[in-house]
């Protein structure tokens, strides 16, 4: 195996050069969880692995719930399932709220303060409410929790997320509301460690793969022990490389995409396709500072440059920036991907 059969074969498994999944629900609980801090492009990160999907088909099933958003791993918001999310937040949460903790202290929130908010935000969202941000903070100074700066009240929250408290509700308008975690997700699985720790490893080995351990630690936020301990129950189900000196898994069944070398993908910012500890497989290191905050475009399977968008009122505005200059090929591949994230908008593509 190679890095660029490592690229081929992680672009077939994430479902980008093939698609399997009709709904979104399911293609989210392939990948186990799908990074959303940015909720437009994570909509589009779903939508460029389905067939024909639209951003009003994302939407609907975040309306409905079949797929929620919280705060689950790293910490960082992620898109997950509602059968998912409490077996996830079990192994995870700890993970989170340790990282957290150093700004728990700096923002004067302790247990004590934890309980007080958790109280009152169940309180004010039982029954099905759904509540904007701004309304929980309302909630909360009126049951005498201060949450003065954007900070405090912001780790409040994403603390009530990960003690499995909220989760997303539907938009209202442009902005997000949160629901009771248990009147959104009643049907939500628990696991024991053991099978939580292993059925994550499956959900990311056989989605991700090939990757190492360590690619699972910086995905996942576990331990590498427990990462291993996870490995190791599953991965009898799994084949194995090592190339230059490190030992990638990966599906038994998984096949390299060949025809995907010569199609060029538009990939959003923070797309699961760059969230490895080692990207050395899709992207030259000496470009890797240019992927900031920045959308992907991916050639022949390597990361080759960025893009961005500007929405118009009758068209979306899409540049590139190629780390090289694109050969006619290339170019002809990135106007089909263009087209593509067009369609995905219902609108007309300007390349600029």
Request: aromatic letters at 10%; proline letters at 4%.
């Amino acid at each position: 195996m190679t890095p660029f059969d490592i690229a081929l074969l992680r672009l077939s498994n994430q479902q980008i050069a093939r698609h399997t999944f009709e709904k979104p629900a399911d293609l989210v609980g392939w990948l186990g969880a799908v990074q959303a801090q940015d909720y437009a492009s994570a909509k589009w990160a779903l939508g460029l692995r389905m067939y024909g999907a639209t951003d009003d088909d994302i939407e609907r099933a975040f309306t409905d719930g079949s797929i929620l958003r919280t705060h689950l791993m790293r910490p960082t918001w992620h898109f997950v399932t509602p059968g998912d999310i409490r077996w996830i937040l079990g192994l995870t949460a700890p993970r989170v709220h340790a990282i957290n903790a150093t700004y728990y202290r700096k923002l004067d929130l302790d247990q004590t303060i934890f309980r007080r908010s958790n109280t009152a935000l169940v309180r004010a969202l039982r029954g099905g409410k759904q509540l904007t941000r701004a309304e929980l903070r309302g909630v909360l100074q009126r049951a005498g929790i201060a949450t003065e700066g954007l900070l405090r009240l912001g780790y409040i929250v994403m603390h009530a997320e990960l003690d499995g408290i909220l989760c997303s509700g539907p938009r209202r308008g442009r902005q997000f509301t949160y629901m009771l975690l248990d009147e959104r997700a009643p049907q939500a699985a628990t696991l024991t460690r053991e099978e939580s720790l292993a059925e994550l490893a499956r959900r990311y080995f056989r989605s991700h793969g090939p990757a190492t351990v360590q690619d699972f630690v910086w995905w996942s936020g576990l331990t590498t022990a427990d990462a291993r301990n996870g490995l190791e129950v599953i991965k009898v189900q799994l084949s194995y490389e090592v190339v230059e000196g490190q030992t990638y898994w990966f599906s038994a069944y998984s096949l390299p995409a060949e025809s995907s070398a010569q199609t060029a993908y538009l990939l959003p910012n923070y797309d699961e396709y760059g969230s490895y500890k080692d990207r050395s497989a899709v992207i030259d290191p000496s470009n890797t500072q240019k992927l900031v905050f920045s959308h992907m475009v991916v050639i022949n399977g390597r990361i080759a440059g960025t893009w961005k968008r500007t929405l118009k009122k009758n068209a979306v505005v899409i540049e590139s920036n190629s780390f090289l200059p694109l050969t006619k090929a290339e170019k002809e591949a990135f106007t089909m991907a263009a087209r593509q994230y067009g369609a995905f908008l219902e609108l007309p593509v300007v390349l600029a």
